[in-house]
């Protein structure tokens, strides 16, 4: 008997916000999902342009909420909030945890935890992310990414990084089937050109690093911040080596993984 394999779907909510289903399990990336347009004064202001393809009463109850960090609103803002309070389950930062309470639980680089719901169980496993070049992490905050292995296979969600050395260990700990990338190239006016988070160049070294078979952009629409055009994702993956690999998700839209 072939071993059993979980079906997977996905739906790109727009931003770093991803709708999974796992077999049973339902999941829930990053959620911020104000509709917009929308302003976000602090040190470097946020500003988002388009909303999300799915508001919060549209989405089913959830099992979990992998959420990457709670400092910026383009990964959690008011409404991703109350989308929290009802989530059954919260994986994050241990700094995010201690500041959210509730069903919030804080993983350290490597920790894992198992989830099930129905058949379904799932092993999540924190991973190393870093939010800006060395020596911003005062500034940014702690970030955590995450791989989720499931009964036929494994998903990598980078969380906002930039690409450093300490994301090749995931190469090296998993098999990585299908990688969320967080891109966008994320700049801010004050911090001149330094990046916060990975340029479509880093995405496909990073790519080819994991060895993923399928690679997902997330965090490259929807604010100003985020000002790498798409298309540069595309020409970055359209080396011979990584042919095939890139997969563009539709807003709004549940697809087969």
């Known amino acids: 008997m072939s071993p059993r394999t979980e079906a997977v779907t996905a739906t790109y909510l727009g931003t770093a916000t991803v709708l999974l289903r796992i077999g049973d ?5 990053d959620p911020a999902l104000d509709p917009a347009p929308a302003d976000y004064p602090g040190a470097r202001p946020l500003h988002r342009t388009a909303g999300p393809a799915l508001t919060a009463a549209e989405l089913p109850p959830l099992d979990l909420v992998l959420l990457s ?9 008011l409404t991703g909030r109350e989308v929290l309070s009802r989530a059954a389950r919260v994986l994050t930062t241990p700094e995010a945890a201690e500041r959210l309470g509730g069903r919030a639980e804080g993983l350290a680089a490597w920790e894992s935890r198992t989830i099930t719901s129905g058949a379904t169980t799932v092993t999540v496993t924190a991973t190393p992310a870093r939010h800006g070049p060395e020596g911003t992490e005062q500034v940014t905050g702690p970030v955590t990414g995450f791989v989720v292995a499931y009964e036929g296979g494994t998903l990598y969600v980078s969380g906002d990084t930039v690409r450093h050395g300490a994301l090749t260990e995931i190469g090296d700990r ?26 479509a160049t880093e995405g496909a070294a990073l790519a080819r690093t994991l060895g993923a078979r399928t690679v997902i952009p997330l965090h490259y629409d929807s604010w100003d ?3 790498e055009d798409p298309a540069r994702v595309t020409e970055a993956f359209a080396a011979p080596d990584l042919a095939g690999r890139l997969r563009w998700l539709r807003p709004g839209v549940t697809e087969d993984l």
């Open 174 to 199: 998993f098999r990585i089937d299908t990688a969320f990338l967080h891109l966008g190239d994320a700049h801010f006016p004050s911090t001149g050109d330094r990046a916060f988070s990975m340029s």
């Open 25 to 29: 399990l339902t999941l829930l990336t």
């Open 225 to 227: 911040h985020l000002a």
């Open 69 to 77: 960090h709670d400092q910026h609103a383009d990964n959690l803002d």
